[in-house]
């Protein structure tokens, strides 16, 4: 393969991880080797095409088990479904590049970066997992997280707003807390891993910013009252409930106004 859209093709419709994750790192690898075509030749395939593994088990929020982090059982269960956020996060990348055609190459060289590194997420989690004498799938995971593509499926506005910059955005908001934590329990590791994916999700959130309002100009929208606009549209419960990380998310491309909306 040496076309992005069949990179992306072969991602998102077969169910294999470590095939996934290595045809994510061969990608970026060409496109950094500039051997990787962006010529968009191939037609886009509905998203109920899109292939999950079997495992691990999906069920919704409420039936997810709650533990404590001060737990092994809450350690293992916390980052398996960390790495499972990070898994479905590959799919997002590759998907939002392989959905919506049309746009600048700077964007799906963008979003193939952020496939690559979210495939480097989860394959640190995984290690993590296996250190703990657990694997992904061995648990359940949370079922939501892909409904956010398949809302915005035909919308590349929406797509930006809900993913980049809702979903990725409350990392931004909940992880600094919980690395605290973990540095309070002494454990240097998960603060490590915590940080590294912190420090890139920052990035991933600030390119959902630039490619959210660069779409909008293209329309001719006011991207702040687009957001508004779309969050009331396609966000379950109205909008998301705070706290704000507020220096985060300006970092990350958010405008004042975006925050005072949000918090109020």
Not at 25 to 43: E, F, G, I, K, V
Not at 54 to 70: V, W
Not at 83 to 95: Q, R, T
């Amino acid at each position: 393969m040496k076309n992005i859209f069949e990179f992306a093709e072969a991602c998102l419709h077969r169910a294999d991880i470590d095939e996934k994750l290595a045809l994510t790192h061969q990608a970026w690898q060409l496109l950094q080797s500039q051997r990787l075509s962006l010529d968009s030749d191939r037609p886009v395939l509905p998203i109920v095409n899109v292939k999950f593994p079997d495992r691990p088990q999906l069920l919704a929020p409420r039936h997810m088990p709650q533990r404590k982090l001060t737990t092994p059982d809450g350690l293992i269960a916390f980052f398996h479904a960390i790495a499972h956020v990070e898994f479905v996060a590959i799919y997002l990348a590759w998907d939002i590049l392989y959905r919506f055609r049309g746009l600048p190459d700077q964007f799906y060289q963008d979003w193939l970066r952020v496939a690559d590194e979210e495939a480097q997420h989860f394959a640190l989690i995984r290690a993590h997992l296996q250190s703990m004498q657990i694997d992904y799938g061995d648990l359940p995971a949370h079922s939501g997280l892909w409904e956010h593509a398949t809302d915005t499926a035909d919308n590349v506005l929406a797509r930006l707003a809900m993913v980049p910059r809702c979903m990725e955005a409350r990392g931004l908001d909940v992880t600094p807390a919980i690395i605290e934590k973990f540095k309070k329990l002494g454990d240097d590791t998960s603060v490590a891993l915590l940080t590294r994916i912190l420090t890139d999700e920052v990035g991933h959130v600030e390119l959902g910013s630039y490619w959210f309002k660069f779409v909008c100009r293209q329309h001719g929208y006011e991207s702040e009252a687009k957001y508004r606009e779309l969050i009331r549209e396609y966000y379950k419960g109205g909008k998301p409930k705070g706290p704000f990380n507020r220096e985060m998310r300006i970092i990350a491309g958010f405008s004042n106004a975006e925050l005072d909306w949000l918090e109020n």
